[in-house]
């Protein structure tokens, strides 16, 4: 007869009334404590290292695609990290089960953030703009650097490491804000400039001012709130208006009736104002600049417009004007022929016609004007500040 074979059950075995020869293991709370926090401390470590590497601010310091690849390295790692460490630990780590949360909450803002900050840093980046970065912590800033080793950690000690990590994080956030308001800083000095070139010669373009804020909720009374988490929000909209106003600036800038009339290199051979007229050989006033050019060179619009007359004016020879939109005309004039018909719409340096010296003229050269409510102005003053707007875009 076959003997009947008894099968553990899967599971814990029910005692036995019978003593047992082994020994029943009991695990100490101090002892699990200690190892969890070790566990945590390692990984804490790891993050710290990670958020210690070079500056966020460098993803200003110009249009360099490694360094803005790098962040965004930085930032998905950190919320691989924390989310690993938050959910590993959440039923057993009490008061630093907490302080991870909270830590995610503020990558959570952090990686949100960041997605506004790099559309503005490639609009800044495609309109020319170059904040510069802040200067990189020195030996005595309060930054602490990640511990070289890692020694068995009491619940304390990984608590404060889950705060520094938390610090780390603030801290990165902080680099992004100075950036965000060097970049604010830089466009809006360059607007400035280019607005007071522009005034110079009598334009005022038309500036974005933001759009008034959509906000809305009930009457509360205030309450005390605290947070740790910088938030990158009003920096931000100030930065994308500061680069709204500058591309504003810059394309009034690049329309302006304040550009070299012809494609190539010309000498003034006259000025404006009163001269010794070269057919009486008395006094007279100019109304121009005049540029001495070979017979044929290209002459362009100095600015955006329409070209609003062709033809012929006594004194002048064969002319063309154009108008523009703040109500300037520029007058060119002793062509040999003519390359835009009125009405046609012009860019800054839309090829218009060619030099000659039709007219009352000695020889081939330019004659160019600029008039204001009929009355002829100084060209002079224009190419001025032509000039200095190239500068500051270029600069």
């Not at 890692?150 to 705060?163: C, K, N, R």
């Amino acid at each position: 007869m076959r003997s009947k074979v008894h099968t553990k059950p899967f599971g814990n075995p029910k005692p036995h009334k019978h003593k047992s020869s082994g020994h029943r293991i009991q695990v100490h709370p101090v002892a699990f404590y200690a190892g969890f926090a070790a566990l945590v401390a390692t990984n804490i470590v790891t993050l710290v290292g990670f958020l210690m590497a070079p500056d966020i601010s460098k993803l200003f310091s110009g249009p360099n695609t490694s360094v803005l690849t790098a962040y965004e390295d930085r930032v998905s790692q950190l919320r691989l990290e924390v989310d690993r460490l938050q959910s590993r630990h959440y039923a057993q780590a009490g008061d630093i089960n907490l302080q991870l949360q909270e830590l995610a909450q503020q990558q959570e803002v952090l990686v949100e953030q960041h997605q506004y900050v790099k559309q503005l840093a490639d609009k800044a980046a495609a309109l020319g703009i170059d904040s510069g970065a802040p200067a990189t912590p020195d030996a005595g800033d309060d930054v602490a650097p990640p511990p070289a080793s890692t020694p068995a950690a009491t619940d304390g000690d990984a608590g404060a490491q889950v705060a520094a990590v938390a610090a780390s994080v603030n801290a990165m956030m902080n680099d992004s804000r100075q950036a965000l308001v060097a970049l604010s800083d830089e466009a809006s000095a360059k607007t400035d400039r280019i607005l007071g070139a522009l005034e110079t010669v009598g334009i005022e373009p038309k500036m974005p001012e933001g759009e008034p804020l959509a906000e809305g909720g009930p009457l509360l009374p205030p309450v005390d709130v605290t947070s740790d988490t910088p938030s990158l929000v009003d920096d931000a909209n100030n930065v994308a208006l500061a680069l709204d106003r500058f591309q504003a600036a810059k394309n009034a800038a690049n329309v302006a009736p304040v550009h070299k009339p012809v494609a190539t290199l010309a000498r003034i051979s006259s000025t404006f104002g009163n001269r010794k007229d070269p057919f009486t050989g008395r006094l007279a006033f100019h109304s121009g600049l005049d540029f001495a050019a070979p017979q044929g060179t290209t002459v362009v619009s100095a600015g955006k417009g329409v070209v609003s007359f062709v033809g012929q004016i006594s004194g002048y020879g064969n002319v063309v004007e154009v108008t523009h939109p703040d109500g300037l005309i520029t007058r060119y004039g002793h062509l040999s022929a003519f390359i835009a018909k009125q009405g046609d719409a012009v860019d800054t340096g839309t090829p218009i016609a060619r030099v000659g010296s039709t007219g009352r003229s000695t020889g081939p050269h330019l004659h160019f004007e600029v008039r204001r409510a009929e009355d002829a102005v100084d060209p002079a003053q224009y190419l001025n500040a032509g000039k200095v707007l190239q500068k500051i875009l270029a600069g």
